[in-house]
Antibody
Framework: QVQLVESGGGLVQPGRSLRLSCAAS????????MHWVRQAPGKGLEWVAV????????YYADSVKGRFTISRDNSKNTLYLQMNSLRAEDTAVYYC????????????WGQGTLVTVPS | SYELTQPPSVSVSPGQTASITCSGD??????ACWYQQKPGQSPVLVIYQNNKRPSGIPERFSGSNSGNTATLTISGTQAMDEADYYC????????FGGGTKLTVL
């Protein structure tokens, strides 16, 4: 069965960096696009970034462009999100999700990892 | 940037039909999908490509998309359907609606 397990979240000071990981199993990771989506406490879902199956194409939300970098290692079945210059407004649960039909939707989601950046 | 607008809340009586709308400029020219999220849980895909249901999603969930509006319809709503629902589309970036809290009274 498809499993996505995020890790790497925690408490980080403003301006510092953090790298999230998403370990994938139960499917052919290397042929799927992968997304990061976040949810601030008590708020709605916010799309963050997507990477194509081979890593050649990457797209970012304006709110994170230039600060966050999405990447993947298909040999390790792992997705990453490098987050630099973190701000209080980046505080959220970060989900990784498997992309389908190009980048049109996400069919499986991980359980999420919480990133807290105090103000 | 592209935006999707949902009503913040919708209420429905058990057994009745709930409709949740999602509005965006020429949304009907794109594919819309819908996610259900219950408290403390990850989102679950309930409708993709406007009107398709993933395996395991009950038939009472259906979707449509035309013009500027996509609609999620839940027929014979059950108490277990009480949740937040989010629409989503792709427009050079991923876009989510603000979410609709469905209350089954």
């Amino acid at each position: 069965q498809v499993q996505l397990v995020e890790s790497g979240g925690g408490l980080v000071q403003p301006g510092r960096s953090l790298r999230l990981s998403c370990a994938a199993s139960g499917f052919a990771f290397s042929i799927y696009a992968m997304h990061w989506v976040r949810q601030a406490p008590g708020k709605g879902l916010e799309w963050v970034a997507v990477i194509s199956y081979d890593g050649s194409n990457k797209y970012y939300a304006d709110s994170v462009k230039g600060r966050f970098t999405i990447s993947r290692d298909n040999s390790k079945n792992t997705l990453y999100l490098q987050m630099n210059s973190l701000r209080a407004e980046d505080t959220a649960v970060y989900y990784c999700a498997r992309g389908r039909d190009g980048y049109n939707y996400c069919d499986y989601w991980g359980q999420g990892t919480l990133v807290t950046v105090p103000s | 940037s592209y935006e999707l607008t949902q009503p913040p809340s919708v209420s429905v009586s058990p057994g009745q039909t709930a409709s949740i709308t999602c509005s965006g400029d020429k949304l009907g020219d794109k594919y819309a999908c819908w996610y259900q999220q219950k408290p403390g849980q990850s989102p679950v895909l309930v409708i993709y490509q406007n009107n398709k249901r993933p395996s395991g999603i009950p038939e009472r969930f259906s979707g449509s998309n035309s013009g500027n509006t996509a609609t999620l319809t839940i027929s014979g709503t059950q108490a277990m359907d009480e949740a937040d629902y989010y629409c989503q589309a792709w427009d050079s970036r991923g876009v989510f609606g603000g979410g609709t809290k469905l209350t089954v009274l």
